[in-house]
């Protein structure tokens, strides 16, 4: 079995500031992490997917995610937050690289981008 | 290559009404999912298909059907709406790409159940 643990629903921060999104899994087996952002009244858009072939992720938009095994996190940053990264923020892990039974997500994190 | 599409984008039911939602993708993709979201709780799995004429039960089944219908589409049925169901859905479809399998999403449909 595996989970996802988002550290607080809704984060806030001021344009050109960083951006630190926490994210924390458990799972039984060497898991597959993925970002996902969603922007209003949209569907959800891949930022970023952790595969074990390096534990520092770059993604879209200038985001990137560090896994870190010890800590059992994939934490999500920038280093300067625009006021078009407002939106919601997903972590997802899959328990299987190859297997086709979905994932599972944590609850979601609100960004607010203060002007 | 429209990617994953769902219809309706938005349905209100009464309680007890039933409606099936579409949802296609034209990526050529095995595996098939649909997700509900609800506030505060991110994404559950309701079911999803491996393959062709194969599904299987996800995280919150209860109240739901669906059909493989094709390599292309997947639908969800709701054979008596309830106000708990009130959710956006979400369609989507995987493939393996780099040793890891990749989820592609649709736009989503709103549905109120009243």
């Known amino acids: 079995a595996q989970s996802v643990t988002q550290l607080g629903s809704h984060v806030s921060v001021s344009e050109g500031a960083l951006v630190l999104l926490r994210c924390n899994y458990s799972?039984?087996?060497?898991?597959?992490l993925f970002w996902y952002v969603q922007y209003p009244n949209q569907g959800l858009q891949l930022l970023l997917k952790?595969?074990?072939?390096?534990?520092l992720v770059k993604g879209i938009n200038g985001f990137e995610a560090e896994f870190k095994k010890s800590e059992t996190s994939f934490h999500l940053t920038k280093p300067s937050a625009h006021m078009s990264d407002a939106a919601e923020y997903f972590c997802a892990v899959s328990g299987s690289g190859g297997g086709a039974d979905g994932l599972t997500f944590g609850k979601g994190t609100h960004l607010i981008i203060q002007p | 290559n429209a990617g994953v599409t769902q219809t309706p984008k938005f349905q209100v039911l009464k309680t007890g009404q039933s409606m099936t939602l579409q949802c296609a993708q034209d990526m050529n993709h095995n595996s098939m999912y649909w997700y509900r979201q609800d506030p505060g709780m991110g994404l559950r799995l309701i079911y999803y298909s491996a393959s062709e004429g194969t599904t299987d039960k996800g995280e919150v089944p209860n109240g739901y059907n669906v059909s493989r219908l094709n390599k292309r589409e997947f639908s969800l049925r709701l054979e008596s709406a309830a106000p708990s169901q009130t959710s956006v859905y979400f369609c989507?479809?995987?493939?393996?790409?780099?040793?890891?399998?990749?989820?592609?999403f649709g736009p989503g449909t709103r549905l109120t159940v009243l």
């Open positions: 989507a479809s995987s493939v393996i790409a780099g040793g890891l399998r990749e989820q592609f």
């Open positions: 799972s039984s087996v060497p898991p597959y």
């Open positions: 952790y595969t074990s072939a390096a534990t």
